[in-house]
T-cell receptor
Framework: GQNIDQPTEMTATEGAIVQINCTYQTSGFNGLFWYQQHAGEAPTFLSY????GLEEKGRFSSFLSRSKGYSYLLLKELQMKDSASYLC????????????FGKGTKLSVKP | NAGVTQTPKFQVLKTGQSMTLQCAQD?????MSWYRQDPGMGLRLIHY???????DQGEVPNGYNVSRSTTEDFPLRLLSAAPSQTSVYFC?????????????FGPGTRLLVL
C-alpha cells in the first residue's frame, strides 16, 4: 500500500525552531518532496531529498532516512510569514511527476 | 518565463455542464499533472502525462478526460459536472535530471458545481 502521515497542525513561536515530521510507506520509493502552501495559494517547492541525510537551504532544512521511511522539515528562526501548510509528498521511482501527497501540516507561528 | 499558467481562476457550473480547465507551461517540461485539493484530503492526482501524446490515469480519474497534443498544453475536461467535483484544481509541470526531480504548480482553478 501507499501511505503518508504527517501531523495535522502545529504551533510555534516567532524566532523558534520547529520540526515537521513525515512518515511514508510507498512501494518503489525514489524521493521525498516538501512544499509550502499559504492559504488560498498554490504549493511552492521547498526541497526534494533522494539520498539519506540533511540538506540545508537557508532557514529551511530537510532530512530523509530511507531505511526508516521518515523525513522531516526543519524551520529555523521562524517568522510570521512561515505560517502556512507544509506538504510532504513521495515520488516513486520513475514517477515522472506522479506524486503521492500527505494531507499537510498547518503551522501557526505566534508572536 | 511565465511558468505554469491556469485558466480560469474561478468557475461556477451547473450539474451536468461540461467545461475545460486550461493549463500551459513554457519551461519545456516533459511531465505534466492534474491534482485536485479538497479540505482534509490533501492533493490527489487525477491524470498525468509523460510527454506529448501520452497520458495516464492517477488516483481519481473518473469524470475527467485529458489530452496532451503539445508539450506546452495539458487541458482537463469535465464531461458532465457533478457537485462532488467542487474543488480546487492544480496543474503542475516537472522535469527530472537523473534521480533529481523538480515540480512546479500553477495558481489553481477554483471550481464550484451547483
Amino acid at each position: 500500500g501507499q501511505n503518508i502521515d504527517q501531523p495535522t497542525e502545529m504551533t510555534a513561536t516567532e524566532g523558534a525552531i520547529v520540526q515537521i515530521n513525515c512518515t511514508y510507506q510507498t512501494s518503489g520509493f525514489n524521493g521525498l518532496f516538501w512544499y509550502q502552501q499559504h492559504a488560498g495559494e498554490a504549493p511552492t517547492f521547498l526541497s526534494y531529498n533522494v539520498l539519506d541525510g540533511l540538506e540545508e537551504k537557508g532557514r529551511f532544512s530537510s532530512f530523509l532516512s530511507r531505511s526508516k521511511g521518515y523525513s522531516y522539515l526543519l524551520l529555523k528562526e521562524l517568522q510570521m510569514k512561515d505560517s502556512a501548510s507544509y506538504l510532504c509528498a513521495a515520488a516513486k521511482r520513475g514517477s515522472q511527476g506522479n506524486l503521492i501527497f500527505g494531507k499537510g501540516t498547518k503551522l501557526s507561528v505566534k508572536p | 518565463n511565465a511558468g505554469v499558467t491556469q485558466t480560469p481562476k474561478f468557475q461556477v457550473l451547473k450539474t451536468g455542464q461540461s467545461m475545460t480547465l486550461q493549463c500551459a507551461q513554457d519551461m519545456n517540461h516533459e511531465y505534466m499533472s492534474w491534482y485536485r485539493q479538497d479540505p482534509g484530503m490533501g492533493l490527489r492526482l487525477i491524470h498525468y502525462s509523460v510527454g506529448a501524446g501520452i497520458t495516464d490515469q492517477g488516483e481519481v480519474p473518473n469524470g475527467y478526460n485529458v489530452s496532451r497534443s503539445t508539450t506546452e498544453d495539458f487541458p482537463l475536461r469535465l464531461l458532465s459536472a457533478a457537485p462532488s467535483q467542487t474543488s480546487v484544481y492544480f496543474c503542475a509541470s516537472s522535469y527530472s535530471i537523473g534521480q533529481q526531480e523538480t515540480q512546479y504548480f500553477g495558481p489553481g482553478t477554483r471550481l464550484l458545481v451547483l
